[in-house]
């Protein structure tokens, strides 16, 4: 809430915003929460707001706007000299106790936004099969958090995990048709809330909003995302993401390779080529906010299957 014109800017009020800072930037809850240590602090109930006080909050502003935008806030500091105000002597001062609050509420409606300069694309794991298949392929995984709060804090800082996957040097109509289907289908990105993909066709299922995302995975298994074949012909086959919440710091994926075409007209023919599942995460890797990443573990190789 705004402070009024001319009005004495309290530890209360201070502590107020200090706290909505606090629950973008550190540990948070549920939904909010990036796990990082504050520069600023709240300050005694009967305490006097010092300078000092408005510009470590002002770094920790700063920090959450670089991580969201690339650059900081436009806010400027509180000299040692000014009184701590509702509002700027003048506009160009932006350094107002009402200014300040402003900045937050656009931080928070940003929620788990995030710069591209502030996350890097890296390789948790690939999985292959090079010997030629039909039938079914599982490519099943974990990732593993500290614990519930890192969980949290990964999805809340804007860190996906990507599934991809690609049919190298295949030969033969069928092949030929899931390296198009793999190709065209792009990468599938799971968030915080949702799920997307980058390429075209497949279906993303919906949990009644929209896709699912980590906060509304559960111990049941759901279909993140669905993709048929490319061809009339080959219609029967499917790709298949799963999910399920293993527990509060681990999430299980299950990536199934179903070829199901029995033969056009009489020979099921086998998938040739080799194949390739990649899973991959952006993580916030960011100067002022860096997430730790999960760890992988594998439940099941392509190369066990069919």
Known sequence: MAV??????????????????????????????FGQ???????????????SDMNLLLEDINRISIHQTGSPSDLNPVTSSSKIRANEDTPADNNGFNQYI??????????????????????????????????QLSHSFTLTFDDAD???????????????????????????DWKQMLTNMGVIQFKANTTS?????????????????NFS???????????????????????????????????????QFQDQDLGDPNLDEQVTGTLVS????IRPTGTFVSVDSPSYSAQSSLELGA
Do not use: C, M
């Open 4 to 33: 009024n014109q001319y009005t004495l800017v309290t530890a209360a009020n201070y502590n107020t915003l200090q706290n909505r800072v606090s629950r973008i930037l550190g540990a948070g809850n549920g939904q909010e929460g």
């Open 37 to 51: 240590t504050l520069n600023s602090a709240p300050v005694g109930a009967e305490s006097i707001v010092y300078a």
């Open 102 to 135: 402003s900045a937050v509420d656009i931080l928070e409606a940003n929620g788990n936004v995030v710069d591209g300069t502030q996350v890097t694309l890296e390789t948790l794991a690939s999985d292959s099969r090079f010997a030629p298949w039909n039938g």
């Open 150 to 176: 890192h969980r949290r804090n990964f999805f809340n800082a804007g860190g996906q995990i990507y599934i991809s996957a690609q049919l190298e040097t295949a030969s033969g109509s069928k092949a030929l």
């Open 197 to 213: 993909k980058t390429g075209i066709g497949g279906t993303l299922f919906p949990n009644g909003d929209g896709p699912f995302g």
């Open 217 to 255: 995975l559960t111990a049941s298994s759901v279909t993140l995302f669905e993709r048929t074949g490319q061809q009339a012909s080959y219609s029967e086959n499917r790709y298949y993401i799963f999910a399920k919440e293993v527990s509060t710091r681990a999430i299980q994926f299950t990536i």
């Open 278 to 281: 990649k899973i991959q995460q």
